[in-house]
């Protein structure tokens, strides 16, 4: 049973770089994308960007100009950094799994996220 | 398009059979995953591609599909299910980025 296990500061002050760490514990990393997505207070879902085993990335255009997404496939881990953040990013942000598949029959794509980490409160504040 | 659009509410009594829809161009090629997430936990996946249910997730949660339209239904919804449910799939731009829906605040009377 895969696991997800992330950590990172949770207070930050204006015009710092937010920095999480997701371990992956219990399976495979290749072959999947690494994902982090953030959810401000009382807000739905935000994808910030993905990453996967050979560190070819994918990032929200909203966010790419401060995001960066990297691996370290030798402890099976990913992280996060965004930097210059504001009050706007204050969020639970979250390490997840994501599954990319392809139905042949239908000939539709799919993916899903699966499983998720336990989430990190990240608060900019001054 | 990037968007998926959810009803913001919907409320089900005990019991009942509940929708919730989940509308986008992307759905066109994209099946639609679905997550339930309670107050202050993180979000668990429950559907996944045409109508698949993770291990653990009982057998009232079906997904769907048709045209622009992902359908996530509970049939005989229980107090439990009361939680924010939010569809996701990518966007057919062809730049392969994750869109989420806004989420659908489900409410068991």
């Known amino acids: 049973q895969v696991q997800l296990q992330q950590w990172g500061a949770g207070l930050l002050k204006p015009s710092e770089t937010l920095s999480l760490t997701c371990a992956v514990y219990g399976g495979s990393f290749s072959g999947y994308y690494w994902s982090w997505i953030r959810q401000p207070p009382g807000k739905g879902l935000e994808w910030i960007g993905e990453?996967?085993?050979?560190?070819?990335?994918n990032y929200n255009p909203s966010l790419k100009s401060r995001v960066t997404i990297s691996v370290d496939t030798s402890k099976n881990q990913f992280s996060l950094k965004l930097s210059s953040v504001t009050a706007a990013d204050t969020a639970v942000y979250y390490c997840?799994?994501?599954?990319?598949?392809?139905?042949?029959?239908?000939?539709?794509?799919?993916?899903?996220?699966?499983?998720w980490g336990q989430g990190t409160l990240v608060t900019v504040s001054s | 398009s990037s968007e998926l659009t959810q009803d913001p509410a919907v409320s089900v009594a005990l019991g009942q059979t509940v929708r919730i829809t989940c509308q986008g161009d992307s759905l066109r090629s994209y099946y639609a995953s679905w997550y339930q997430q309670k107050p202050g936990q993180a979000p668990v996946l429950v559907i996944y591609g045409k109508n698949n249910r993770p291990s653990g997730i009982p057998d009232r949660f079906s997904g769907s599909s048709s045209g622009n339209t992902a359908s996530l239904t509970i049939t005989g919804a229980q107090a439990e299910d009361e939680a924010d449910y939010y569809c996701n799939s990518r966007d057919s731009s062809g730049n392969h980025h994750v869109v989420f829906g806004g989420g659908t605040k489900l409410t068991v009377l």
């Open positions: 997840a799994r994501g599954v990319p598949d392809y139905d042949f029959w239908s000939g539709y794509f799919l993916d899903w996220f699966d499983p």
């Open positions: 990453i996967n085993h050979s560190g070819s990335t």
